[in-house]
């Protein structure tokens, strides 16, 4: 089971100096960990997604080649645990936060700690830099990572880095993002059919998809995907020869000015697998016996069904094999909404996101991976953010040794969260520097959206009923002769702790000016 549990960062280019709590040390639930971190706009949640997924694939690297040296330009330090054992990462560049005199050049590495207790102290306080705790120091290659890291947004410019991952990388980028600079939501739907393939063969495929359609979208039961065929006279005749893909991929000259499209794939599987490239050839002349006709097109069609399963788990990797060869074309992903058929391009930005996202991640995950995720409720219906995390906690329960850590800033997905297995992370600008505050989290599930408001994110609607309550409390406090002045003054500190944003037109404002007023006095 991984559980992230810490992290703390130095000089960093735009979270600074930062540190932070996600799950606690004895965490032992028995679901997914979610990690939700809140805060306004600027205040750094996608770096920090990003931060952490750098690092960890970093350490990667670094454990899986022969890199010797990190390209780490800041300090850190992270704990979390990996079934029975707790690791530290620390750079000893950490000391430079504390020991102004020490230079750059005298300060290097990245030590590794199995099992340490948590008063432990690892550094000499002088030069030369050396780990105090020997036994528990560990070499790069005993060290336990998660599985995998994943990352998962919606938005055309998320922070997360751009990887054309492929199957079994440390680091998979699960976004629009088809390069390091272009974001293409069609390019996103292509990956979605990808995506499906890839999940279709796990276990739990179908109750999974059911969950996400029938149950959170109230879609019906009902997903294909639909190609059409380009070049159907030499690919789909029944007889495809290798003379035939030769002449198609090398000998185009005679057709064409310019190389096709799909010789870079072809290229590739006749130097690194000519049996699969036989496989493909046979597929292709099983597919030409069941293409349909396409009106006033010579291409003709076929329909991969994901509920029914008209083609089996081998035969979905060679499509996308054609794919690549360009062979094929997807026409569309089909969903029914209320009795009508349509493209999922079609259907809302919302019912497009949580379908892409969440099949994205479930086409990937392994138990005991880091799931990241950029603001999932952009787009998303406030009933379906208040059903967010709990989808999420169903349909990967399999995967309980997952963590997901969510960037957020939404009050609603703040209300799904169950206490046993979540944690709250608030960021703030305070003067220009970032703070980092784990929040001792209340039983928020289930709450309100003004006490969600009010009590999470300090924020004071018009007339909010906790500030009333609040308010009533203190004032019936300093009304009673019986209260002590400690209590009074507790809650009046609470008040001016939440930051509240009052309109100078609320009467609220003026009564906790008030008593801010009355604090400062007193």
């Known amino acids: 089971m991984f559980r992230l549990h810490s992290f703390k960062v130095g000089g960093h280019p735009q979270l600074g100096s930062l540190e932070m709590?996600?799950?606690?040390?004895?965490?032992?639930?028995?679901?997914?960990?979610?990690?939700?971190?809140?805060?306004?706009?600027?205040?750094?949640?996608?770096?920090?997604?990003?931060?952490?997924?750098?690092?960890?694939?970093?350490?990667?690297?670094?454990?899986?080649?022969?890199?010797?040296?990190?390209?780490?330009?800041?300090?850190?330090?992270?704990?979390?645990?990996?079934?029975?054992?707790?690791?530290?990462?620390?750079?000893?560049?950490?000391?430079?936060?504390?020991?102004?005199?020490?230079?750059?050049?005298?300060?290097?590495?990245?030590?590794?700690?199995?099992?340490?207790?948590?008063?432990?102290?690892?550094f000499n306080d002088k030069l030369p830099l050396e780990p105090i705790v020997k036994s528990n120091q560990i070499d790069v290659a005993e060290l336990e990572l998660p599985s995998q890291a994943l990352a998962s947004s919606t938005q055309l410019n998320d922070r997360f880095r751009f990887k054309k991952s492929i199957e079994g990388d440390f680091y998979q980028y699960m976004g629009v993002k088809r390069s390091a600079q272009i974001a293409s939501t069609k390019s996103f739907e292509r990956n979605t059919a990808g995506y499906l393939y890839k999940a279709a063969q796990k276990e739990g495929f179908l109750r999974n998809i059911e969950r996400v359609l029938s149950d959170f979208l109230n879609f019906e039961k009902h997903l294909k995907i639909r190609y059409s065929t380009k070049y159907k006279e030499v690919f789909f005749s029944g007889n495809v020869t290798r003379t035939d893909l030769d002449n198609f991929f090398n000998n185009y000259q005679e057709r064409r000015k310019t190389e096709p499209w799909g010789k870079w794939k072809y290229d590739q599987l006749v130097k690194e697998n000519p049996e699969r490239l036989e496989r493909i050839m046979n597929f292709m002349d099983r597919l030409s016996n069941v293409l349909l006709h396409k009106k006033r097109s010579p291409a003709r069609w076929f329909i991969v069904d994901l509920i029914e399963r008209n083609i089996d788990n081998r035969d979905l990797e060679l499509i996308e094999d054609l794919d690549d060869l360009d062979v094929l074309v997807m026409d569309r992903i089909e969903v029914?909404?209320?009795?009508?058929?349509?493209?999922?391009?079609?259907?809302?930005?919302?019912?497009?996101?949580?379908?892409?996202?969440?099949?994205?991640?479930?086409?990937?995950?392994?138990?005991?991976?880091?799931?990241?995720?950029?603001?999932?409720?952009?787009?998303?219906?406030?009933?379906?953010?208040?059903?967010?995390?709990?989808?999420?906690?169903?349909?990967?329960?399999?995967?309980?040794?997952?963590?997901?850590?969510?960037?957020?800033?939404?009050?609603?997905?703040?209300?799904?969260?169950?206490?046993?297995?979540?944690?709250?992370?608030?960021?703030?600008?305070?003067?220009?520097?970032?703070?980092?505050?784990?929040?001792?989290?209340?039983?928020?599930?289930?709450?309100?959206?003004?006490?969600?408001?009010?009590?999470?994110?300090?924020?004071?609607?018009?007339?909010?009923?906790?500030?009333?309550?609040?308010?009533?409390?203190?004032?019936?406090?300093?009304?009673?002769?019986?209260?002590?002045?400690?209590?009074?003054?507790?809650?009046?500190?609470?008040?001016?702790?939440?930051?509240?944003?009052?309109?100078?037109?609320?009467?609220?404002?003026?009564?906790?000016?008030?008593?801010?007023?009355?604090?400062?006095?007193?």
Not at 61 to 88: A, C, E, V, W
Not at 91 to 103: A, C, Q, R, V
Not at 360 to 371: E, P, T, V
């Open 21 to 122: 709590e996600f799950a606690p040390i004895d965490s032992k639930s028995k679901e997914p960990f979610s990690s939700v971190i809140i805060g306004m706009n600027g205040t750094g949640k996608s770096f920090l997604l990003r931060t952490i997924t750098d690092l960890f694939d970093e350490i990667y690297q670094i454990q899986n080649s022969d890199k010797k040296r990190d390209r780490i330009p800041y300090t850190f330090h992270i704990k979390y645990s990996l079934g029975k054992n707790t690791y530290d990462i620390v750079s000893s560049k950490m000391l430079m936060m504390l020991h102004k005199s020490i230079d750059r050049k005298d300060v290097h590495g990245i030590y590794y700690f199995k099992n340490l207790s948590a008063d432990e102290k690892l």
């Open 336 to 522: 029914v909404k209320s009795g009508k058929s349509m493209s999922l391009s079609q259907t809302s930005a919302g019912e497009n996101h949580i379908v892409m996202s969440l099949l994205g991640i479930l086409a990937n995950i392994k138990d005991d991976s880091l799931i990241l995720i950029d603001e999932p409720e952009i787009s998303l219906h406030p009933n379906w953010q208040m059903k967010y995390v709990h989808l999420l906690k169903q349909m990967f329960k399999e995967e309980y040794g997952c963590h997901f850590l969510i960037a957020s800033h939404s009050h609603f997905i703040v209300s799904d969260l169950e206490k046993e297995s979540s944690s709250i992370i608030s960021m703030k600008l305070d003067d220009g520097k970032l703070r980092a505050e784990s929040l001792s989290q209340p039983e928020t599930f289930g709450w309100s959206a003004e006490q969600v408001l009010f009590d999470v994110f300090n924020v004071a609607t018009s007339r909010n009923y906790y500030l009333n309550n609040l308010l009533s409390d203190i004032l019936e406090l300093m009304a009673d002769e019986d209260s002590s002045n400690e209590e009074i003054k507790q809650k009046i500190q609470y008040l001016r702790s939440l930051n509240l944003n009052l309109s100078v037109e609320d009467p609220m404002s003026e009564i906790v000016e008030a008593l801010f007023k009355k604090l400062d006095n007193a």
